[in-house]
């Protein structure tokens, strides 16, 4: 008698189950992580202000590291940093990279960035915000695109960074394969 009430209601669950398997991996597919919808690499440049480069340096540091442990933990620093298309640093940029990075590990350089990508050209207008950790001594690190507006209205996707050069404490690029999954 219970094996008969059991059955059908068994049998339910399997149905359910079946149909979420295929809907979440229908989900998956349409996010390959292999085809995004658009997909550009940028250069990023950051000249950290050292006091007397008033017209060269496009970056600031608004705090100073507070001697908890040897990777600069707790400088904060604020850049209004040129995008470009290749490595060069005097190419034109084709947009501005806006925000800050902090650094907050004690045991290794690993910075946290949020900034804005703004476009501003007659290819482009519109802004991506990218945000993440940036596990510095890793050869590339992911940090996610959480928005867009104008031209790259509600896009998603991943920011893939890779130090291409550090000068010291004085300049560094950052090679962004950037990625989105979602275009509008
Ligand atoms: C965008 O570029 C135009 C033309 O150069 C300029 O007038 C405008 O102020 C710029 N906007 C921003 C937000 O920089
Ligand atoms: C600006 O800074 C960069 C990176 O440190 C350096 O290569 C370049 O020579 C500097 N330019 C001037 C005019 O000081």
Redesign the pocket.
Known sequence: MTSLVLKPCCFFFLILFVSQHYSVSATKKSLDPRNPCKRFVLYYHDILFGGNDVANATSAATTNAIGLGNSYLGMLVIFDDPMTKDQHLLSPPVA?AQGFYFYHMKTTYNAWFAYTL?F??SDH?GTLNIMGADMIMEKTRDLSVVGGTGDFFMARGIATLETMTLEGFKYFRLKMDIKLYECY
């Open positions: 501005r703004i501003n050209s207008k």
